[in-house]
């Protein structure tokens, strides 16, 4: 049985907890939440670390420098980070789900989850080049395949 179905998230090492992102980089991307409704919109802006083609940060291991606002995902936090895209294995477990068959852990790479359409790969614009968010609303983030 792989560890994600037989060991609870609380329980997992740090090895293990990192590896159950699958690099979508959707949580990179910036949101807008409405004021009125609290409704949550995903844009198809990234932080500026993310690596578009890649999907990935360019400078994981100092983001939390680099960008104050970036959020570490952890137990501690987890029930709390409602804007994580439905798609993301971190919530998909906390929320008693399996991780979706194009997870790279499965597949054993990022290329059924790109086939899927579960990445910003190449779909994304740096925030540095954006003057206003709502400009730019997507979709596809939403996106749940299993």
């Given at each position: 049985?792989?560890?994600?179905?037989?060991?609870?998230?609380?329980?997992?090492?740090?090895?293990?907890?990192?590896?159950?992102?699958?690099?979508?980089?959707?949580?990179?991307?910036?949101?807008?939440?409405?004021?009125?409704?609290?409704?949550?919109?995903?844009?198809?802006?990234?932080?500026?670390?993310?690596?578009h083609?890649?999907?990935?940060?360019?400078?994981?291991?100092?983001?939390f420098?680099?960008?104050?606002?970036?959020?570490?995902?952890?137990?501690?936090?987890?029930?709390?980070?409602?804007?994580?895209?439905?798609?993301?294995?971190?919530?998909?477990?906390?929320?008693?789900?399996?991780?979706?068959?194009?997870?790279?852990?499965?597949?054993?790479?990022?290329?059924?989850?790109?086939?899927?359409?579960?990445?910003v790969?190449?779909?994304?614009?740096?925030?540095?080049?954006?003057?206003?968010?709502?400009?730019?609303?997507?979709?596809?983030?939403?996106?749940?395949?299993?």
């Amino acid at each position: 049985m792989p560890f994600w179905k037989t060991t609870p998230l609380a329980e997992m090492s740090p090895t293990q907890w990192e590896s159950l992102c699958d690099g979508c980089g959707k949580c990179c991307l910036n949101k807008i939440i409405d004021d009125e409704t609290e409704v949550l919109y995903y844009t198809n802006v990234a932080c500026e670390l993310l690596a578009h083609q890649q999907g990935s940060c360019k400078d994981y291991e100092h983001r939390f420098t680099k960008v104050p606002g970036c959020t570490k995902v952890s137990m501690d936090n987890i029930a709390e980070l409602t804007w994580l895209p439905k798609s993301c294995a971190y919530r998909r477990l906390y929320l008693g789900r399996d991780l979706p068959h194009w997870h790279p852990l499965i597949t054993g790479s990022k290329q059924a989850m790109q086939a899927a359409g579960n990445s910003v790969n190449g779909r994304v614009i740096s925030e540095q080049r954006v003057k206003y968010l709502e400009d730019h609303i997507v979709l596809w983030p939403l996106k749940d395949v299993d």
